[in-house]
């Protein structure tokens, strides 16, 4: 019988070797499941097919959904049309195989955010036991533009087509061969495309955990089925604390300041989270470099505490798992050693941007906080608004603290009420969102240190953030004129790939990693990057290595093993071997820094709790898959092409129901339980 499939496919892998065109510059919507949900994108085990047809004017819409002739379709959109209204006509067909996205900035409508118009909604601290009738977004809807689309569950695979050239073999194919002549249909031979992003997990977080949990425990060979999303928070303090020693740090008082790593958007990994992110962290590494001599040279006397979440835009998985450890005394402080804290959110690099300082109306209704929240605002009031006391605070980080104690605190932001961009956690929040633009004509290196308005203005943001902060710390007024972020470092970390669109973070600092890394953030694949941890959290660690450490003279072998080092601490530090910056011949001298720059983990406290259906905690997983593939081929036939795959869809089950029934895999060799492997996956792939 195994010969007999093996000449089958024989058959028909020298037909298709012809025909298809493997498009691979494609990214798709995978799904993420919740306590309660599932969301985002998938097709068939065997992928899903259709005959292409570009989406361009609103009778191609009528075309897809009730005219065309040759259902289903697979459908190029573009961009202009990639919006709530049409993908919800397109998920309620049974006339659509897939979707297609051309992501261009041609037609692109002047406002965009598939994300929900109440961000983390119920994972915040208003709910029906705090400022009950501030919960629900009542009041103040942040994000009125979200039309929701990365919440919504598809049952059909949704793909973006990044790469011009493969989207100009599309058209050719649809124009050479499906293009409507005069209104008539076009005849075969159709070109078809086939996409394939078949998920393994189903339903909700609760379902797939369980299966995972069974499948760990009764199976020699268990497979994973969904991961918790999970990454690292970058921290680092102006004074060492000591990592080894948990819970309440004696005569500790601190200060956090924060902001968030992570950005999302409709599509795996494509975010550039230009304003949502990206400007908050920047703001912060130039507050750090303004501040961090000066609280050397002049200590203030509280500890001021530098924090980067990540996963926030999952339900707050960063600051929940940190606010989780601190209250379980399994963190380097407690609540007990928070005195404030103060957050950047989103900050437009735009000039002419008015920022403005949110609190929280519900803890400030106790006196001694409502005085200290006063106070940190008249710090912060030299360029910057306060709110009316009676709104919310947005979307932040700073909520999962409050949800624990009323500590005082503001966040900063540029948007008084509802969100001033308008393409919140979405791929188009890019440099170009940002204004960051450079005159005509200049080369890279001198785009680097170009100052723009765009990093003078956030410039001064972070040099009032530094100077807010030390006076929070205790710091003594006459130190302030020391503490000024310079232009040039925002530059250099604003500095943009025109290509890509994303703020490159090229500070050109003795990383050993690559010199410059595109910054576009995204949530974690944990099954792609459990070796190492992705981009962005590297990139803020080191940089704050350099920031904030010294350069020793420690040899490679001692900055690996410093603990055999009676001078060396590594309670209080970590040690970064690193490349070294480049010298004029373009050699690198590397060398060992020591700094106080600590990852902590970044994982849903309900992952640990085994409280997969938690209500307070996020629940995100993401599920896994095998692959991920796009191609187009030309159908002679409709009944080819429903033949090529019933036959295909019979081989494939009955080698399925062969392997995972072993009573009958029993009757095969080791050796031939290899090939019906082999089999298997072959016909799974064409
Ligand atoms: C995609 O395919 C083209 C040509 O077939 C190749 O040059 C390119 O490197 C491929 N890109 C990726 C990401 O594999
Ligand atoms: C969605 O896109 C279509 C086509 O561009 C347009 O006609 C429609 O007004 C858009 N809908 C919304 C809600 O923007
Ligand atoms: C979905 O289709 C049904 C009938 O097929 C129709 O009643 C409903 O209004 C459609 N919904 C949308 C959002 O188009
Ligand atoms: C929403 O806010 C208004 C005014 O602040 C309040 O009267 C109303 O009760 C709130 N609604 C809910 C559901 O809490
Ligand atoms: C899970 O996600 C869905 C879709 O966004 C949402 O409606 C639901 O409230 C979420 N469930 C929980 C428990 O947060
Ligand atoms: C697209 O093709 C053109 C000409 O063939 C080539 O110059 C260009 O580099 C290609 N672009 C990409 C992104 O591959
Ligand atoms: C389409 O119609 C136009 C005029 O109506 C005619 O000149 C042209 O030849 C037609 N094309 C085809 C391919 O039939
Ligand atoms: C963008 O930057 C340019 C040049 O710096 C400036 O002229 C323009 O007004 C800016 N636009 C916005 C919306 O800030
Ligand atoms: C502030 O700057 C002045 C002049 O450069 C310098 O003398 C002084 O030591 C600095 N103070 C601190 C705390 O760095
Ligand atoms: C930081 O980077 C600069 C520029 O590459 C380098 O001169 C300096 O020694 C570095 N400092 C540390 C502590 O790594
Ligand atoms: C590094 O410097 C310290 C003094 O700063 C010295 O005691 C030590 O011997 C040096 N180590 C090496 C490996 O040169
Ligand atoms: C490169 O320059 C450094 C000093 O900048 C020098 O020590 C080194 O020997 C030079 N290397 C070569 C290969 O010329």
Not at 102 to 119: E, M, Q, R, V, Y
Not at 469 to 488: F, H, R, S, W
Request: include cysteine; proline fraction near 5%; aromatic fraction near 10%.
């Amino acid at each position: 019988m195994l010969k007999g499939l093996m000449f089958l496919c024989v058959l028909c892998s020298s037909v298709e070797q012809k025909i298809y065109v493997v498009l691979n510059e494609t990214v798709p919507c995978v799904r993420l499941l919740n306590a309660t949900h599932q969301i985002g994108c998938q097709s068939s085990i065997s992928g899903d097919t259709g005959v292409l047809h570009v989406l361009e004017t609103e009778s191609d819409l009528d075309w897809i959904l009730s005219s065309g002739p040759h259902p289903p379709y697979m459908v190029i959109m573009e961009t202009a049309f990639f919006n709530r209204s049409v993908m919800m006509r397109m998920k309620n067909s049974s006339r659509v195989a897939g979707v297609a996205v051309i992501i261009s900035k041609t037609g692109l409508a002047d406002n965009f955010s598939p994300h929900t118009t109440c961000p983390n909604q119920n994972t915040g601290v208003y709910s029906e036991s705090y400022g009950s009738d501030l919960a629900n977004c009542n009041g103040t809807v942040w994000n009125p533009l979200g039309n929701g689309l990365s919440y919504e569950d598809f049952s059909f695979p949704v793909f973006a087509l990044k790469d011009e050239n493969q989207t100009q073999v599309l058209r050719k194919c649809y124009e050479d061969h499906n293009q409507r002549v005069n209104g008539s249909a076009p005849q075969y031979p159709l070109c078809a495309m086939q996409l394939f992003s078949h998920m393994h997990a189903v339903t909700d977080t609760v379902t797939c955990m369980r299966r995972t949990d069974l499948q760990n425990r009764f199976s020699i060979n268990p497979e994973v089925l969904c991961d918790p999303l999970s990454d690292f928070n970058v921290w680092t303090s102006t004074r060492p604390l000591n990592n080894s020693a948990k819970g309440h740090a004696a005569d500790e008082s601190v200060v956090i300041a924060a902001t968030r790593l992570d950005g999302r958007s409709f599509f795996w990994e494509q975010a550039p989270a230009a304003e949502g992110t990206v400007s908050g962290i920047v703001t912060l590494l130039a507050t750090i470099q303004a501040l961090y001599p000066v609280t050397q040279e002049a200590p203030p006397p509280r500890n001021i505490f530098f924090s980067f979440f990540q996963g926030e835009a999952f339900d707050y998985i960063g600051s929940s798992k940190m606010v989780y450890d601190m209250e379980k005394n399994d963190f380097v402080i407690d609540m007990n050693n928070v005195h404030s804290m103060l957050e950047i959110g989103q900050v437009g690099l735009r000039s002419g941007r008015s920022l403005w300082m949110h609190s929280d109306p519900v803890s400030r209704q106790n006196k001694s906080v409502d005085t200290e929240v006063s106070e940190e605002e008249g710090k912060l009031s030299l360029f910057s608004h306060a709110l009316s006391r009676s709104q919310p605070l947005p979307p932040s980080s700073f909520q999962r603290f409050l949800r624990a104690r009323r500590i005082p605190g503001l966040v900063l932001a540029d948007h008084n009420t509802s969100f001033t961009n308008r393409y919140y956690e979405s791929m188009y929040d890019d440099a170009e969102n940002l204004n960051v633009t450079y005159p005509p004509g200049l080369t890279p290196d001198e785009q680097l240190v170009y100052e723009t308005d765009a990093a003078k203005s956030l410039a001064e943001v972070a040099t009032l953030v530094a100077r807010s902060l030390y006076l929070q710390a205790g710091g003594e007024e006459k130190n302030l004129n020391n503490i000024t972020a310079d232009p040039k470092i925002v530059s250099h970390m604003t500095s943009t790939n025109t290509h890509t669109h994303t703020l490159t973070l090229t500070l050109s600092l003795s990383l050993s990693l690559s010199p410059s890394l595109s910054l576009s953030l995204s949530h974690t694949h944990r099954h792609m990057t459990s070796s190492h941890t992705p981009p962005v959290t590297r990139f803020v660690q080191y940089i704050l290595a350099n920031l904030t450490g010294t350069v020793t003279n420690l040899t490679e072998s001692q900055c690996q093993n410093p603990s055999e080092l009676s001078t060396e601490n590594k309670d209080l530090f970590s040690y970064f071997w690193v490349s070294g910056p480049a010298s004029v011949n373009g050699t690198r001298e590397p060398f060992c820094v020591r700094a106080s720059v600590r990852l902590s983990k970044a994982v849903s406290p309900a992952f640990e709790l085994l409280e997969y259906g938690s209500r307070n905690y996020s629940t995100w997983t993401e599920s896994r898959w095998k692959s991920i593939r796009a191609r187009i081929f030309l159908v002679a036939s409709r009944e080819l092409e429903v033949m090529h795959i019933l036959i295909k869809n019979l081989i494939v089950s009955m080698i399925f129901i062969l392997i995972y029934n072993n009573a009958c895999l029993s009757y095969f060799t080791p050796k031939r339980q290899n090939k019906l492997y082999t089999a298997f996956f072959f016909f799974l792939h064409i």
